[in-house]
């Protein structure tokens, strides 16, 4: 399982970006997807994730987060609005052997390579 991930990059405080993962190496509809972050000096920490139908947020991105899905692509999506500067880090996608939703990291058995996302003030 291979998972890519692109779309990071550099915006103002208030802006939006979009990121894209895109896997391959299995049935992608099967399992759950999720996106998670990693700040300088901080741990790796969850911010979305969707299965079939559920869709689980961290607290401090609900409401300007969106996750989505398109099957039919293999490819998972973050919509970014609203970003603050404390959004900044490394963002990972992430997939798991279930399609359980969870929000727990070491649940996650396949990672990508985190695309960067800084946002200024």
């Known amino acids: 399982v291979q998972l890519q991930a692109s779309g990071g990059g550099l915006v103002q405080a208030g802006g939006s970006l979009r990121l894209s993962c895109a896997a391959t190496g299995r049935t992608f509809s099967r399992y759950a997807m999720g996106w998670f972050r990693q700040a300088a000096g901080k741990e790796r920490e969850f911010v979305a994730a969707?299965?079939?139908?559920?869709?689980s947020y961290a607290d401090s991105v609900k409401g300007r987060f969106t996750i989505s899905r398109d099957d039919a692509k293999d490819t998972v999506y973050l919509q970014m609005n609203g970003l603050k500067p404390e959004d900044t880090a490394v963002y990972y996608c992430a997939s798991r052997s279930s399609i359980v939703v969870v929000t727990t990291l070491n649940d996650y058995d396949y990672w990508g390579q985190g695309t960067l996302v800084t946002v200024s003030s």
């Open positions: 969707i299965g079939w139908t559920t869709i």
